[in-house]
């Protein structure tokens, strides 16, 4: 059974450009989650997908913002960026029901500079 | 607003101590608790998950217990490794969010 596929594993961007950082979540999960990891601030959440509807949301700026398609794999976009956004972006897989008694299963994370 | 705290922050032991990780949180409105190991520059691995109807959860060398009306998780490794060095972060989990610990950076030394 595959894991979650995230990719690119690594990017290196210019203040000022936009991202997108994809996300395959494992077969049958209908649930994406976004997180920011930051030595300072650790893990935060940004945002949740389920059956392609924005379900739930942390503090973060308008800048950040995603979307899952029907076949469940979510893409994150991040605008204008600015150097604060270096950071580890972790995507979550789950089977989606608010109330599970599953975990979360995350891939290995795309690590974006900004220089 | 929840928040999670774990203690120690760094831990360094000799391989084959038995040693316990803790893990305290401020809303005890959670659902379940999921242990998760994290190493240099990688994703999370899922350790232990610890259901809303759940108290204990083993899997070979480790168990980890909850208590929610007092707002504490342990993870208890036996017998640790130097493959156990790694960062163990705890998460409580509500509405679909995961609200993530500190973390406990971990060194077992040979």
């Known amino acids: 059974k595959a894991g979650v596929t995230q990719t690119p594993r690594y990017l290196i961007k210019t203040r000022g450009q936009q991202v997108t950082l994809s996300c395959s979540p494992i077969s049958g999960h209908r649930s994406v989650s976004w997180y920011q990891q930051t030595p300072g601030q650790g893990l935060q959440f940004l945002f949740e997908y389920f059956s392609e509807t924005q379900r739930n949301k942390g503090n973060f700026p308008g800048r950040f913002s995603g979307r899952q398609f029907s076949n469940s794999r979510s893409e994150m976009n991040v605008s204008t960026l600015e150097l604060g956004d270096s950071a580890l972006y972790l995507c979550a897989s789950s089977p989606g029901a608010v109330l599970s008694n599953y975990g979360y299963t995350f891939g290995s994370g795309t690590r974006l500079t900004v220089v | 607003k929840q928040e999670v705290t774990q203690i120690p922050a760094a831990l360094s032991v000799p391989e084959g101590e038995n040693l316990v990780l803790n893990c305290s949180f401020t809303?005890?409105?959670?659902?379940?608790l999921q242990w998760f190991r994290q190493d240099p520059g990688k994703g999370l691995t899922s350790l232990l998950l610890?259901?809303?109807?759940?108290r204990e959860q083993t899997s070979g060398r480790l168990n980890a217990s909850l208590d929610k009306s007092s707002g504490r998780s342990t993870l208890y490794i036996a017998a640790s490794q130097p493959g156990d060095s790694a960062t163990y972060l705890c998460?409580?989990?509500?509405?679909?969010?995961?609200?993530f610990g500190t973390g406990t950076r971990l060194q077992v030394t040979l």
């Open positions: 998460a409580v989990i509500l509405a679909s969010k995961l609200t």
């Open positions: 809303d005890s409105a959670i659902y379940n």
């Open positions: 610890i259901q809303s109807s759940q």
